[in-house]
């Protein structure tokens, strides 16, 4: 079936709308406190969407330790000189005009059953509804060699901000003929297409400054990718020579990274760059883990697909990255549709909104070239236990240009309306 952006925005924009409306609170003096830890596409769109459906219905914290939030997404177009680094960097102090109090701590513990939340400054919050919204940790130690030390030297930049300007560093000084290498990591982990549009977005930076006889090798933990045959298709339109995927089934395995030496040994050969980008698994962020709502044998936080609601405590709410999701994807797009869903179920629980069946929704686009676009995406709906895709809609290979450049557009305005979402209009 094939929705495009448009429709799926119409669509969720429309229902959000709806479902969101609840009856006047009658006390107003008594207003049910919601505390939100983590401001991403998750906690930041969920904090917003509350308070613009219920002025003034909620007590609504947010806690972020970070005062700008900068963006993995649209990062690659940074590292490809189409987009300026302090694009990417957003201001949380929007929110206060909606009544939203941010602060800027690490939330450290959880009573969950006297429902308080304790800061790294030791303030205690209360909360009748938390949302967990923490991202991904990186597993570190299931590449050999890798660590966080080692990440100076070869950078991850799978959690935007110092290692993104670290990995461009490293790009812009590449010479031609050189090698980069990247590892990616096995399923599930965030932004599925990420490492991929990141090595076009390499490519493009390479070419495009007179470096086009630099060589990309991508060494896989997986034997298919998100998008394969668009990527590989457009890699040889653009970039004839300049990138090689491996699969594990030719190279064998990661023996050992050494950040020394930036080599990568693997079964099959050792592999030096002058760049090594490590991007190693992942697993729920570290809230959720020490908070008891992560399972510990996969990693991630079981939630229940109607609400979003944690599966082990009916007070508790995960979104976005974190949230074991069933067929929804780990990605801005689904972070942002699993906020609405748990805005409304929270409303719901609170306020005496009515409870409707909800949609969530995805869309991807990933950058090929500087005007070569492509998408992936879907609809989705609680199923038989777990959030299950009911339509789903991918680009054609062979695709007219006209195609690709609108789709470069789509996810330009994309970006603009998903930070309006998260931090106010005025932050587009």
Not at 206 to 218: F, M, N, T
Not at 370 to 399: L, N, Q
Request: with cysteine; aromatic share 8%.
């Amino acid at each position: 079936m094939n929705l495009d952006r448009r429709r799926l925005l119409k669509v969720a924009g429309g229902a959000g709308a709806g479902l969101l409306a609840a009856p006047t609170l009658l006390r107003a003096q008594i207003r049910p406190k919601v505390v939100i830890v983590g401001g991403g596409p998750a906690g930041a769109t969920v904090a917003l969407t509350l308070a613009q459906a219920h002025p003034d219905a909620f007590e609504i914290t947010l806690v972020e330790e970070n005062e700008l939030y900068t963006t993995c997404f649209g990062s690659n177009m940074y590292l490809a000189g189409l987009r300026d680094f302090e694009s990417l960097r957003h201001s949380y102090s929007g929110l206060a005009d909606f009544g939203i109090e941010v602060i800027h701590e690490r939330a450290l513990l959880a009573n969950r059953s006297e429902k308080v939340i304790t800061l790294i400054s030791r303030t205690r919050l209360d909360y009748d509804r938390l949302v967990v919204a923490p991202g991904v940790d990186l597993l570190y130690e299931q590449v050999p060699g890798y660590n966080p030390q080692a990440a100076k030297l070869m950078p991850h930049a799978w959690k935007a901000g110092p290692q993104t300007r670290l990995l461009r560093q490293q790009l812009d000084a590449v010479k031609d003929g050189e090698a980069v290498v990247i590892v990616a990591p096995p399923d599930p982990y965030k932004c599925p297409p990420g490492p991929y549009e990141r090595a076009s977005m390499m490519a493009h930076a390479l070419k495009s400054s007179g470096r086009g006889g630099a060589r990309i090798v991508i060494l896989d933990a997986k034997e298919k990718f998100s998008k394969q045959a668009l990527f590989m298709e457009g890699w040889q339109a653009l970039y004839p020579g300049m990138i090689e995927w491996l699969p594990p089934s030719v190279h064998g395995g990661i023996e050992l990274v050494d950040p020394v030496t930036k080599t990568v040994a693997t079964d099959l050969d050792l592999f030096t760059g002058t760049l090594v980008n490590i991007i190693p698994a992942q697993r729920a962020g570290v809230t959720a883990r020490e908070w008891d709502l992560a399972d510990p044998e996969t990693g991630w936080c079981p939630v229940d697909p109607e609400t979003m609601r944690s599966a082990l405590d009916e007070a508790v709410f995960v979104i976005g990255d974190a949230a074991a999701a069933g067929d929804m994807p780990k990605s801005a797009f689904s972070a942002n549709s699993q906020a609405r869903v748990a805005a409304m179920a929270i409303a719901a629980d609170l306020l005496g909104a009515p409870r409707i069946e909800p949609f969530l929704f995805n869309t991807c686009w990933s950058r090929i070239g500087a005007e070569d676009a492509v998408k992936v995406g879907g609809r989705y709906m609680p199923k038989e236990g777990k959030i299950t895709s009911v339509a789903s809609f991918v680009s054609a290979p062979g695709e007219d240009a006209a195609v690709r450049r609108r789709a470069v557009g789509e996810s330009d305005d994309w970006y603009r309306s998903i930070v309006a979402e998260m931090f106010g209009p005025g932050a587009a």
